[in-house]
């Protein structure tokens, strides 16, 4: 028995929380564990490809897939388009957590996608009581409900302290994307 089943929650407004998910799913690889991450409001067009997808590829049980738009979705101002794609990310990880086919799985940036009022409580909800017992179940994104970090067996805060980009340096390949 791999002793696995917990729900992770890692959040805040700092930077970080993909990159900490991605480095856990990493990890469970190395024990040839079976990671599936999904990312919500990644991967469109116009868009670059990120380092870490890149990198990702290169392991055999590590699966990512990504549902993104080819723009940022701004609070209010989501399209028929990305509502569209919402609802196939949130149906694919019902399907992926529930499945008991991965060990780990990563859904990123599902709290930008119920802050901005694309997805309900009760669908973020529904994800944690549906998932696989023995599924592990990291959330990442800034605005975690109350009622998700209640739920989590683990939350981390991520807080900024200081960040270049407010010194005015842009977003560096390798770095930051």
């Known amino acids: 028995m791999n002793n696995l089943g917990l729900i992770h929650v890692y959040t805040g407004e700092g930077k970080g929380k993909t990159t900490a998910a991605i480095g856990a799913g990493i990890r469970a690889v190395g024990h040839r564990y079976r990671v599936y991450m999904i990312q919500f409001l990644k991967g469109g067009s116009g868009f670059p490809e990120y380092g870490e997808i890149r990198a990702i590829k290169a392991f055999k049980n590590f699966t990512i897939e990504q549902f993104g738009s080819s723009h940022f979705v701004l609070p209010g101002k989501a399209s028929d388009e990305d509502l569209m794609i919402i609802s196939?990310?949130?149906?694919?990880?019902?399907?992926?957590?529930?499945?008991?086919?991965?060990?780990?799985?990563?859904?990123?940036?599902?709290?930008?996608?119920?802050?901005?009022?694309?997805?309900?409580?009760?669908?973020?909800?529904?994800?944690?009581?549906?998932?696989?017992?023995?599924?592990?179940?990291?959330?990442?994104?800034?605005?975690?409900?109350?009622?998700?970090?209640?739920?989590?067996?683990?939350?981390?805060?991520?807080?900024?302290?200081?960040?270049?980009y407010n010194s005015g340096v842009k977003a560096r390949k390798g770095i930051e994307y």
């Open 88 to 164: 196939q990310a949130l149906k694919r990880a019902q399907e992926v957590s529930s499945s008991g086919e991965y060990d780990l799985v990563i859904l990123d940036e599902i709290n930008v996608a119920y802050k901005l009022g694309l997805l309900s409580l009760e669908d973020l909800l529904a994800l944690l009581k549906n998932k696989a017992s023995q599924t592990e179940l990291i959330l990442t994104g800034r605005g975690a409900p109350p009622e998700l970090l209640k739920r989590a067996d683990l939350v981390s805060q991520i807080i900024p302290v200081k960040h270049p």
